[in-house]
């Protein structure tokens, strides 16, 4: 395989599937991207089209570099589904888009207490990040005062870092995010230019990459990625790959379609634990700094395969996602442990600590109150998969 470092051109599968995947040498591929090479749109592509004989010659070229970058950390990331429902956008794949008929909660965004208390669990899972999501196309000035309110409040009782996930942001918003101590802002490309008006019609891909431009301008972080399994073809996963390695973007949420009954992707979704794989060693090569973090559709695609996405990715969401469930938190940390990785990053709690993979509520035998209610399986967040026109990052916003 060649490893020029040529940029990427386009290529049709057909030009890139058999022969190089019967020619990549996925270990000389590890070396070169260690010593700098940008993996090409031919060479992502192969690794996708690779068949399940190469998949563990594969995971391991994504763990050389995953290794080098981040040794055996895993960082855990928190959502809060602040704001639901109420949406009025089309993204298909969305519980709470104007043209779902998903059952899902509607909700403004929440009382200062209320996100305290997400905090709170947030720190007791381990979390090194908040993540602060809203269904919107973007933030309206009342809630980016609430954010501008509550962020500041949360950095200094729990030291926690804040992402927050908002929708569509003008240059200006971004810079009163910057100056109310967010440290980044997720919003997600979701798949390629060329795939997104299949998936969207009510923005565009370049509405987001605008966004993602004031981000970075205002002096934050930038947090994008994308849903895999919404019919895009693998080309269109490479191209959006490789569009987040020109954002230069810090983190990158990959979510796997959790097909939501009453949207119109409720059909929609084939992938195989092995197609994640892929799929995740493919981001970790084309981003090897780059945080990459399992997200939405993890523990329905991934199953029993999950510990293996931990060998290119190096970050997970614990507890719950948007509209959908996660596992039990214990379960991702007995996960990790088996690894042989350990969680880093989280928080120590100033007072009351719980025990290590506990959270409060959980040891006292309680629903974990009022968070329960705002996340996951009850709430809706950007019901799709990480979506949220905010950018959906949200592990899925499923
Ligand atoms: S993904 Fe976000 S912007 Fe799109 S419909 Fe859902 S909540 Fe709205």
Not at 152 to 164: F, R, T, V
């Amino acid at each position: 395989m060649s490893t020029a470092t040529t940029e990427p051109t386009a290529v049709s599968r057909t030009a890139a599937s058999a022969a190089n995947a019967a020619e990549i040498d996925y270990r000389q591929l590890a070396s070169d991207v260690l010593a700098g090479h940008r993996v090409t749109a031919e060479q992502a592509l192969a690794i996708l089209d690779s068949p399940d004989q190469d998949l563990l010659a594969v995971l391991d070229a994504a763990f050389r570099v995953r290794r080098a970058h981040f040794g055996l950390s895993v960082q855990l990331y928190f959502l809060m589904n602040a704001k639901s429902g109420l949406c009025p956008e089309d993204c298909n794949y969305c519980s709470q888009s104007k043209v779902s008929e998903a059952p899902v909660p509607k909700y403004n965004i929440l009382q200062r207490d209320q996100l305290m208390a997400a905090a709170e669990l947030a720190a007791a899972r381990q979390a090194k990040t908040y993540c602060l999501v809203i269904s919107a196309r973007g933030p309206n000035e009342r809630e980016m005062k609430a954010v501008e309110e509550i962020v500041p409040e949360i950095k200094a009782k729990y030291g926690l870092d804040i992402c927050a996930c908002l929708g569509l942001l003008t240059a200006e918003q971004a810079q009163r995010l910057k100056a109310c101590g967010v440290d980044r802002v997720n919003h997600n490309l979701n798949t390629s230019e060329e795939y997104y008006a299949k998936i969207c019609t009510t923005h565009t891909h370049a509405d987001r990459v605008q966004t993602l431009h004031h981000v970075r301008d205002a002096g934050l972080e930038v947090c994008s990625g994308g849903i895999i399994g919404m019919g895009e073809t693998h080309q269109d996963v490479v191209a959006m790959a490789i569009q987040l390695r020109e954002l230069a973007a810090e983190s990158i949420p990959v979510n796997f379609l959790n097909s939501i009954d009453g949207t119109p992707l409720q059909n929609q979704s084939e992938l195989t634990p092995q197609d994640c794989l892929r799929t995740l060693a493919m981001f970790r090569l084309v981003n090897p700094t780059s945080e990459l973090r399992i997200s939405g559709g993890r523990e329905l695609h991934l199953r029993t395969l999950q510990p293996l996405g931990l060998y290119a990715a190096n970050s997970l969401f614990v507890g719950d996602y948007l509209t959908t469930s996660g596992q039990p938190p214990e379960q991702d940390y007995q996960m990790i442990r088996d690894l042989g990785f350990e969680v880093t990053g989280g928080v120590t709690l100033p007072t009351e600590a719980a025990p290590a993979g506990h959270d409060r509520a959980a040891k006292n035998g309680q629903q974990p109150m009022p968070v329960a209610s705002m996340t996951s399986e009850s709430s809706g967040g950007c019901g799709g998969n990480g979506a949220c026109g905010s950018g959906g990052q949200c592990g899925g916003g499923q």
